[in-house]
């Protein structure tokens, strides 16, 4: 055994979930999304075993590079940009397509030196209101854009949709209402759909769509589960039990003492804790899984450790493995538990976690 804790990574559940996606959107090219690390899993690992995506996305510039460097030569989307020269000529020089959503990025593109070779995503505001053109900027930005990128295929259209896993789908349409006299007549490659989109909102669909969550087999919409799509979830925390000891009726466990043994207790001491990423907003009687067998957490997560009261369970021992999320028990269920989205759990998960692709 190496390690207490590792964060298992299923390479087939993880290309099983492009597939999915592709027929959910058979006549969409996939954009992996990538960023933060590829949600906890690994950013290289990841594309490494997505490596049938047509394209990946990042955030940042730095993970672009992380891409480039270790081999990857599919297409890489940088979807914040680039925000000064330095950035842009590097991005350049890697090759990186970037998502250009404000002046500043068109007026260094202009100032760039040579015919940007990269692919540019002109992204809308249609009503995220964070990043992106006004729709009343929108051909301002194409024409000169336009200017720069001249070959037709090369100078795409993207939005990003603020409600998609709304049951009521009405934002979306206004959405779709503001972006669609924009693109009316240009024969340009859109994206609009994110995970939620791809697998409730049809009519956003296009040629690309730009899944992250679903890719990792978690559900984005609140009180579904992955596996209602045909998901399957390609993490697995999983640590290791350190000690094993008894607590008389009353007695407080934990930092704070926010809960106390309500009888005669047998606790789990399990290695993970924040320091590994774990949320210290999970609640006690949160599920952690021993064997098959839930075992509700006692009191609160400290950076190393957790309690778990285990005196329903069968006898456990020091080293047996406990499970913090993943095939047995959905993120989803402790996302939450934690009051909280999956993304923020995976996300979490820290640089102290081995990350084992399988
Ligand atoms: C993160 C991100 C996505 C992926 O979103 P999911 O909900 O994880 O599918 C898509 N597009 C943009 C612009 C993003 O920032």
Redesign the pocket.
């Known amino acids: 055994m190496t390690g207490l804790i590792r964060a298992r990574v299923e390479r087939a559940a993880l290309q099983a979930n492009l597939r999915t996606i592709r027929a959910c959107a058979p006549a969409s090219r996939v954009m992996a999304?990538v960023?933060a690390n590829a949600?906890g899993h690994g950013l290289l690992s990841t594309a490494l075993a997505l490596a049938e995506a047509d394209a990946f996305?990042v955030?940042r510039l730095e993970e672009g590079v992380a891409l480039r460097e270790a081999g990857v030569r599919r297409p890489v989307v940088l979807?914040e940009g680039v925000l000064d020269a330095r950035q842009l000529a590097e991005a350049a020089r890697l090759e990186l397509d970037l998502v250009v959503h404000q002046e500043l990025q068109i007026a260094l593109l202009e100032a760039f030196r040579g015919p940007p070779r990269l692919a540019l995503w002109l992204k809308v505001d249609t009503g995220m209101n964070r990043l992106g053109f006004r729709p009343q900027e929108f051909r301002g930005a194409w024409q000169r854009l336009r200017r720069l990128q001249p070959e037709s295929s090369r100078l795409r259209v993207?939005t990003?949709l603020a409600g998609a896993d709304e049951e009521d789908g009405s934002y979306t349409a206004e959405q779709l209402g503001r972006l669609q006299p924009l693109i009316a007549g240009l024969d340009v490659e859109l994206s609009i759909a994110?995970?939620?989109g791809i697998l409730a909102q049809p009519q956003a669909l296009a040629a690309w769509v730009?899944?992250?969550?679903?890719l990792y087999g978690v559900s984005?919409f609140a009180g579904r589960l992955g596996s209602q799509f045909g998901l399957r979830a390609a993490m697995t925390l999983e640590s290791t039990v350190i000690a094993v000891r008894e607590v008389a009726a009353g007695e407080r466990v934990g930092y704070g003492g926010t809960w106390r043994a309500p009888r005669r207790s047998r606790l789990a001491i399990v290695a993970a804790g924040y320091g590994d990423g774990l949320l210290r907003s999970l609640p006690s009687g949160a599920p952690v899984l021993i064997g098959a067998r839930r075992a509700p957490l006692a009191g609160r997560v400290s950076m190393d450790m957790i309690a778990l009261d285990v005196t329903d369970l069968p006898p456990v021992s020091v080293g047996d493995r406990a499970e913090l999320w993943g095939t047995g028990l959905p993120v989803e269920e402790l996302a939450a538990a934690a009051r909280t989205i999956p993304?923020e759990l995976l996300c979490a998960v820290s640089q102290r976690v081995p990350i084992e692709l399988v």
Do not use: F, I, M, T
């Open positions: 999304v960023k949600y996305a955030a979807l993207l990003h994110n995970s939620a730009r899944p992250g969550l679903a984005p993304y």
